[in-house]
């Protein structure tokens, strides 16, 4: 059991946080989900990328410095901890990027990898389906076979960042006569600027398109554009959701960050005794977040997977993210209810997390079943 | 950073584990909620045989210690199988004593401890501990009815903090804002809504051992050890739960199969593996808030996975007969032991941040 950072780490964090204090705009950005605001964070990825702090962990030939685990979980807490603008590129970075390592082709990495670094080019993702949700399974958009590729058709519903987004990925049917809903299914990216591509943007609840309807019409996709074989898009998409992208998808600096905003906000209104314990839940939420995160990589350094576990994960910070935005908004009293402030805009955004990335429902479902060794049951 | 327990230290659970398994520990534990001690102590003695209070005790008094990740590993083995006795209060007394400036006190009584011949209990009275009037005992003939908004509160205790097993322990401390003491002796035993633990009075006055004791640190090893055996209590309830829920078969289908039962499995589940690195992230700092901290969170843990495993018995878990009354009486209890959930978030919200706040 050890909690300290060597020599290297702690300079890597101080060269880190030093960077940031110079480069962070003094102003927030714009919110994301508006055509100003995604352009305005995409120039900021390009800012970050310009000197190799977008994607740390990646090998320095797309764009990262390969700094591991570790550097990344420390950058991650100086990233949020500088108050810098969100990510952007969040999906293509933590979705897209790690399928890529482990089963897409070098070509596909040398081409998609580096402009994904640089927020040149915005990935969204296309999973859910209007009749396809939390049995993603079920879903019926399809592949057809056609010379050098594939023609896309059909549907995808609840598209993070798709509005503004310049490429998506997700799966498709492939083969309908597949025994099994889980097999037949192929993993594709492609251009939502393709013909037959129409991309309606939805509102969230605040009004703002933070995700999109694309309706797929014949869109040509390449074989370049196949990750892994055809018919093995279940297994590819599902490999990944239980390693490191479970320990990826949210890192504890943005919660140790958000916990520290809280304190000084209930310090700021004269700490009341109301929020008292729920601030000190915040604090010790963080920390327990923060902790869990490190004994996950320890276990990951030692090459074991993590598994199921990421659903432990998955549960935790998206209830502890409302959790912590409920208060700060019970402490703002009437000005709570604004809908223009940075706390409402995270409050919104934290709403969607028990939903995205698959429900809690079936997080606790896995748990249960994958964890606890209860038996299959209705769901 | 490596935040993993290490081979050794999983096999020194593992070896506790197995020891307790092997020695009927529930039956030691009823006798000892009659007041029947020689299970118990035989108990204590194989405890301390594997080195568990040595941990806590120096070297230099013939110790091993400390070592707080160790004491952790060893409190959460005794939570899961519900060891009886003043396992947390001799660790406290251990800490207390070998802080003293003076080492005579610890010269004379921490070698005993550290072998099991001696057991300590402890009662502590806080600095701000308000004075609270005894109240006249529940059920007392000719009581007056109670004042439901009467101020002050009154205690049964009169405000007196409580030294579990004072019957048993050999070395009664009483450590109180004036010093700490070696009482004469106790008072009756009050029961305990855990009827393993004996709730005693200690007699005031006795051998002042030091006007300056350690305090903070040693309520720092209470805090944390009674986390530790309340994540040991709260996978205890969950282990046994699991294993009833898949055997219970209503409606033709076993009910762990319900998403209803498996939904609270599944938050017990989360809330004790994010105990869990609170714990053992509080043994390498043992700075009084994230001590704190872990002792909320993996009691607050302990007592919902009781109350789940409580409501997924049904009505069987709600008997004393039942072995698993054990574990949910002891997770009310742990709750309140040794600072309170307010005293607690109190605490970390005073310190104003906890380890690896990267402000600093």
């Known amino acids: 059991m050890d909690l300290t950072f060597s020599a290297e780490e702690e300079a890597f964090r101080a060269e880190a946080r030093a960077w940031l204090r110079a480069h962070v705009p003094a102003e927030p950005l714009p919110s994301l989900e508006t055509e100003e605001g995604f352009a305005a964070h995409q120039v900021w990825e390009a800012e970050l990328a310009a000197d190799r702090w977008s994607v740390v962990n990646w090998p320095a030939a797309y764009g990262g410095r390969g700094a591991g685990l570790v550097r990344w979980l420390l950058f991650e807490e100086e990233y949020y901890a500088a108050g810098a603008p969100g990510r952007v590129s969040q999906n293509g970075i933590s979705l897209l990027a790690p399928t890529l390592f482990d089963f897409g082709t070098e070509e596909q990495r040398a081409r998609v990898l580096p402009p994904m670094a640089s927020g040149e080019v915005v990935w969204a993702q296309a999973w859910s389906e209007p009749e396809a949700g939390s049995d993603l399974a079920s879903l019926t958009s399809k592949a057809v076979r056609t010379a050098g590729g594939w023609l896309l058709s059909g549907q995808k519903t609840w598209s993070s960042r798709a509005a503004f987004a310049d490429r998506a990925f997700g799966l498709f049917r492939s083969d309908p006569d597949a025994p099994r809903p889980h097999q037949g299914l192929t993993y594709l990216m492609f251009d939502l600027r393709a013909p037959g591509v129409t991309v309606r943007p939805i509102s969230r609840l605040d009004g703002r398109p933070a995700f999109a309807e694309l309706f797929l019409d014949e869109v040509f996709v390449p074989d370049e554009d196949v990750i892994g074989e055809p018919g093995q898009g279940w297994r590819i998409a599902m490999s990944t959701a239980g390693n490191e992208r479970g320990l990826m998808l949210r890192s504890p600096g943005r919660f140790l960050a958000s916990a520290d905003r809280l304190r000084r906000l209930w310090a700021d209104r004269g700490r009341p005794e109301h929020a008292r314990d729920r601030v000190a839940d915040a604090l010790i939420g963080a920390r327990a977040y923060q902790l869990f995160t490190f004994a996950a990589a320890s276990r990951f350094l030692e090459g074991e997977s993590i598994g199921p576990e990421s659903s432990l994960n998955k549960v935790f910070w998206s209830e502890y993210d409302i959790a912590l935005h409920e208060t700060a908004l019970d402490l703002l009293e009437a000005d709570g209810e604004l809908a223009d402030t940075d706390w409402s805009e995270r409050y919104v955004f934290s709403l969607a997390g028990p939903i995205y990335a698959g429900t809690n429902e079936i997080q606790r479902d896995i748990i249960a079943e994958r964890l606890l060794g209860l038996p299959k049951g209705r769901r | ?360």
């Open chain 2, 1 to 360: 950073m490596r935040f993993l327990l290490d081979a050794e230290q999983r096999a020194f659970a593992a070896s506790l584990d197995a020891m307790l398994t092997a020695a009927d520990t529930p039956s030691a534990v009823r006798d000892w909620s009659r007041g029947e001690h020689a299970g118990g102590r035989a108990l204590w003695s194989r405890i301390a045989e594997a080195g568990v209070f040595a941990l806590a005790v120096p070297e230099v008094y013939e110790g091993l210690g400390p070592r707080p990740v160790e004491l952790a590993v060893a409190f959460v083995e005794l939570g899961r199988h519900a060891v009886p006795g003043p396992l947390v209060e001799t660790v406290t007394a251990a800490a207390l004593l070998a802080g003293l400036p003076d080492p005579g006190p610890a010269k004379r009584l921490l070698p005993a401890l550290a072998t099991g011949e001696a057991t300590a209990t402890l009662a502590w009275t806080a600095p701000d501990a308000p004075s609270t009037p005894a109240c006249t005992a529940v059920g007392a003939p000719h009581s007056p009815p109670p004042q439901p908004y009467a101020s002050p509160p009154c205690a049964p205790s009169g405000g007196q903090p409580y030294a579990l097993d004072g019957d048993v322990a050999t070395t009664r401390l009483a450590l109180t804002p004036e010093g700490l003491r070696l009482s004469p002796g106790h008072g009756p035993v009050r029961p305990s809504l855990d009827p393993a633990r004996r709730l005693t009075l200690l007699q005031p006055g006795g051998e002042l051992l030091s006007p300056d004791p350690p305090t903070a640190q040693a309520l720092a090893h209470a805090r944390l050890v009674t986390a530790a055996q309340a994540l040991g209590v709260g996978e205890a309830l969950l282990g046994k739960t699991v294993a009833h829920v898949r055997r219970r078969t209503q409606f033709g289908a076993p009910i762990g199969s319900f998403q209803a039962v498996k939904h609270r499995l599944a938050d017990a589940r989360i809330a004790l593996e994010f105990a869990r690195p609170l714990l053992f992230g509080a043994a390498l700092t043992m700075a009084p808030a994230d001590v704190a901290a872990a002792k909320v969170i993996a009691c607050e843990a302990a007592y919902a996975t009781a109350r789940t495993a409580l409501q997924l018995h049904g009505a069987i878990g709600y008997t004393a007969e039942y072995e698993l009354s054990l574990w949910l009486t002891k997770a009310r209890a742990l709750r309140t032991a040794w600072g309170s959930p307010q005293a607690c978030r109190a605490e970390v919200l005073d310190a104003g941040r906890l380890s690896g706040d990267r402000r600093w």
